[in-house]
């Protein structure tokens, strides 16, 4: 097993036919993947097996209390042996990448805890030396869709779970800021002509061809990007 994955939410089943399908799904049967769901409530020793609590200091909403979290990780690590690297999904953590999946795709144990309502006691952070992860600027209800976010983006880039791993160099954020514009047949569609140099042959012409389109747009889309990329460099551009 490469990588093993526990995420830790009090919604299981919005997240396990997602882990059980398409990619993460062969992954897991082609065993270079482990992925266990638990639910955070099985953690709680109140006999209500209560998660949350009001916010000290006042304020709408709950807060997940700090004990079953803190305790899912402790007999996570215990019960696998192994001292995993945390993420705690919040919207404010660091922006999650791709380069940010490559750094965790070289783990071995990972343990993602969702948060809900108006997130996790802050205390959990520090006592289980988690990382903060934020999938984007805006604001969902609950971590499960960021920790499919990341356990999918992180899970891709093992060797052996893509079918085809040359399809990682044509990956945006990869070798260059975007990946190639794609076509496939026909070769006309609606009055648009597929671009003739993709029928040409000629591998080495549609290869600078798909890289200039491919740093055109990203120029056009994602200026940010394409400031600090280090195609701009092999390309001579700055
Ligand atoms: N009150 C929190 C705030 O303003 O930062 C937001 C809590 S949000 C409603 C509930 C949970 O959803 C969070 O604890 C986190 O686990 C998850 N979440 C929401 N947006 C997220 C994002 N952009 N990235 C990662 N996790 C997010």
């Given at each position: 097993?490469?990588l093993?994955i ?12 997602y ?7 062969r992954?897991?049967?082609k065993?270079l ?15 209500y ?6 916010p000290?200091?006042?304020g709408?909403g709950m807060?997940?209390?700090?004990e079953?979290?803190v ?9 696998t042996?192994?001292?995993?690297l ?6 404010q ?7 940010m999946?490559?750094?965790l795709?070289?783990e071995k144990?990972?343990v993602?805890l969702?948060?809900r ?14 990382r ?9 209800s ?11 983006a992180?899970v ?7 079918g ?11 070798e260059y800021p ?20 993709l029928?040409?042959?000629d ?7 798909r ?14 990007l ?6 701009e460099?092999?390309?001579g551009?700055?």
């Amino acid at each position: 097993m490469r990588l093993r994955i526990d995420i830790v939410t009090l919604f299981p089943e919005a997240i396990r036919p997602y882990v059980d399908a398409a990619l993460l799904g062969r992954a897991q049967k082609k065993g270079l993947v482990f992925i266990k769901i638990h639910n955070l409530r099985s953690f709680s020793q109140d006999r209500y097996r209560t998660v949350d609590d009001y916010p000290f200091g006042g304020g709408p909403g709950m807060v997940l209390k700090p004990e079953p979290l803190v305790r899912a990780v402790r007999f996570i690590s215990e019960y696998t042996q192994s001292i995993p690297l945390v993420i705690v999904t919040s919207p404010q953590g660091e922006l999650f990448t791709q380069h940010m999946a490559w750094e965790l795709a070289q783990e071995k144990h990972l343990v993602i805890l969702c948060g809900r309502y108006q997130g996790i006691d802050e205390r959990v952070i520090t006592l289980t030396n988690a990382r903060e992860i934020s999938i984007g600027d805006y604001v969902l209800s609950g971590g499960e869709l960021p920790a499919l976010v990341i356990t999918e983006a992180v899970v891709r880039l093992i060797p052996g779970a893509l079918g085809d791993e040359e399809s990682l160099r044509y990956d945006s954020f990869s070798e260059y800021p975007f990946g190639p514009p794609q076509y496939t047949r026909p070769r006309v569609f609606c009055g648009l002509a597929v671009p003739e140099i993709l029928l040409s042959g000629d591998h080495a012409r549609i290869e600078k061809w798909r890289r200039e389109k491919a740093l055109e747009k990203a120029r056009r889309m994602r200026p940010d990007l394409f400031l600090n990329s280090r195609c701009e460099k092999k390309e001579g551009v700055v």
